[in-house]
């Protein structure tokens, strides 16, 4: 057996392998990660809802299974999981933060959650999510330093993770809430391509934008995420009808090409763009080609496009919930909603015939590099005043393509800094494959200091 | 986005919206800080998408390519 002290330190791809070969029980597993989210998570408030009972229910019939042969054991047997406080849990309430849906109990699991659970993970609990994943502050505290955000709106998957509370945590992206509180934590985010994971089960806040994605410590928990959720769901009007490429992350990739966007250095903080170009001329010393790249279209047009599409899209969702419930929306979200309201719809079409523009734009980018390099963020995380900046992460929610954050370093206070990777729409197992290129030539960070 | 210019279209625009968020909310509200930051942020969104005219007979939004 492993040392219990050590099992909240496992991978999801460290833990399902160990529970395959029986070096790990599941039920030691949930009990070690109950116990670690007992000891600490009085300082990060990471979670919304723990479901002790039916994960150490779950995590006996998963040991059952594994003493009575372990044949068709799921890819991810008896490793726990989170999922953000949008997805939609059976029995389990799902309330986005919402104060009138305090007692709101889903029937069925979303079908991100569902997927999870098929291919045998297990559901530890809810992670804070700031209200319906817009920008008001949660109460999540990051796990590198109290007086930072971990980021939003994936706030407590984010912190769970970096807080070796569970491995993997379901998260969503409208604008950042999966890449930017990844990078403000040291932990790995993904995004697949819109329409890649249904989106059925999640409350939504932008339709055209809102995408399923997973926070982890590894590309390879990426990879299996992907494996377990990926595909075609007939009941998710968006989800794309396409087979779903195996990831093979087993052979070493050649050294890729990278674009590095000249847009977005622009935009950083002095320290991340040092960091990033650093990155960028050590990952050509090891045999990547990197050459600087820039959008067609401005970051400031792009900017505009994500957010007027993004108003509109959260004003139709949440008019008429302003209306039934008044005076329980924070304000932040309020507000935005109020002035999305006003905005014309002529604009709005405007917006998307721009937004076709910029995908196209982007799109030829890609054609000439195997993926873009780009900071996750302008800066580490700022304070808990606010969520951070999303205009790094945007671009690639606008466009839909899959996108992956990578912790690369810490900066001179000891917070996470991290580079973000872009790919080709569909080419998720390429890009994964890139990252992992990527992963181990920049190597882990160590733990935040809880 | 950055920034939030002193060029008189976007504030001629962010003058549009206040008229418009007033007459929808009322004064109550149009003093409210996350309000004011709101229309701010969407002025400068509208204003800069109006600034990049497209031809009409360019593809519409929703086909592929």
Redesign the interface.
Known sequence: MAEPTALHELTAAQAARLVRDRQVSPVELVQALLARAERIDGRVHAWETLAADGALAAARAAERQVADGGRSLGPLHGVPFAAKDIFDTAGLRTAAGFEPYHARVPAADAEAVARLKRAGAILLGKTVTTQFAYADPPRTVNPWSADRTPGGSSSGSAAAVAARQVPLALGSQTAGSVLRPAAYTGVVGFKPSYGRVSKRGVLPFAWSLDHVGVLARSVEDCALFLAATAGFDPADPDSADLPVPAVDLSQPAPPPGFGLLRDALD?SAPQVRDHVQGVARRLAAEGASVQEVSLDDGL??V???L??TM?VEAAAVHWQLLEQFPGAHA??L???V??????PGA?Y????????RIV?GLERLLAGVDALLLPTAVNVAPGPETTGDP?LQAPFSLAGLPAISLPSGLSEERLPLAVQLVGARWQEPRLLAIARWVELRLGPLPAPPL | MQDAPQDPARLAVLERLRASALETYGEERLADAAVAFALQAAATAVWRIMQEPLDPLDPEPYTRG
């Open positions: 935009r400031d047009l900017l505009a496009v957010h007027l108003q304000p932040r309020r507000a935005y109020e002035v999305g309201r006003l905005l604009l079409l405007h917006a998307q015939r721009l937004r076709r196209a205009s």
